[in-house]
């Protein structure tokens, strides 16, 4: 996904000196009486998690003068700010400019359905996964694949994931598979669908519910532990974790503590909100 931001490093030092003490973290009301910002990046086009609305609402944070971005991520970002005495600000920014605006100093924090990896985690730190979702396949409905209970049946198949995602490497646990180049978003590989381009799209879960839910030529198959992608894990899904810079510590250890109150009844319900608040057009 995506084209890059480039922030001067003039523009970066005053952001981060702006309202922050020595800790680079929690800091009190300014004497203005504005609390310093919580500047969270996200892509605002991967419904439920994040996705763009026109519409004000009771969730949505104000990214224009006339959009605004709603989803799970948004939820979470607000309670996270809540707990650490700052006011959330989203961001959106293209998925390959995340890590890069987050080191950039743009950024304090990635809450976009991100998944830890080894190299992720070279260049920033997580926390605990805030989320865990079942990885599944979303094909269309008259395909004849929606009965399938296996991932290998998808041998021979078209199956195309979103760049830098996760949901792109594990299409390569297919044997055989005809791993089409992922597509630069989510929408873009699910307009694939389709129209017939491809034969499946992977994804997780709650996504694929608002996107079938959306679109009634589409069908979502989820695999029982066994016969789904080797990347589930003990987990039992794909988790995503929040990102913080790597020189932040003392914002990595507020960040976690105020995640770690949330409770799993707690996520689930703002997933199932979240699913039900999408955009009926989302794709």
Not at 114 to 134: G, I, K, L
Not at 201 to 212: C, D, M
Request: proline content about 3%; some cysteine; aromatic content about 6%.
């Amino acid at each position: 996904m995506k084209t890059r931001f480039i922030t001067s490093a003039v523009l970066a030092s005053a952001l981060l000196l702006a309202g922050c003490g020595s800790s680079g973290t929690t800091q009190s009301a300014s004497s203005s009486g504005a609390k310093e910002k919580f500047r969270v990046g996200m892509e605002c086009n991967y419904a439920p998690f994040n996705w763009t609305t026109t519409t004000s609402g009771e969730f949505t944070k104000p990214l224009t003068s006339n959009d605004y971005c709603d989803g799970y991520d948004v939820v979470i970002a607000s309670k996270i700010a809540d707990a650490i005495g700052r006011d959330v600000q989203i961001v959106k920014t293209d998925w390959d400019a995340l890590i890069i605006d987050l080191q950039q100093g743009s950024l304090d924090a990635i809450i976009a359905g991100m998944t830890e990896t080894p190299e992720r985690a070279e260049q920033v730190n997580f926390t605990t996964p805030y989320y865990v979702s079942p990885e599944v396949v979303i094909v269309r409905a008259d395909s004849g694949l929606g009965s399938i209970k296996d991932i290998q049946e998808l041998s021979g198949k078209k199956v195309q994931g979103q760049m830098g995602t996760l949901y792109d490497t594990i299409i390569d646990d297919i044997e055989g598979v005809n791993h089409v180049a992922a597509a630069t978003d989510f929408p873009a590989a699910i307009n694939a669908l389709q129209h017939g381009d491809i034969d499946a799209v992977t994804s997780e879960l709650p996504v694929a519910i608002g996107v079938v839910t959306a679109n009634p030529d589409l069908v979502y198959v989820q695999f029982e532990q066994g016969h789904g992608f080797k990347s589930a894990g003990d987990e039992g899904g794909v988790t995503v974790s929040i990102a913080v810079a790597k020189n932040n510590d003392a914002l990595l250890n507020d960040v976690q503590k105020a995640l770690d109150k949330i409770t799993e009844e707690e996520k689930q319900s703002i997933m199932e909100a979240a699913v039900k608040r999408q955009p009926a057009t989302e794709e």
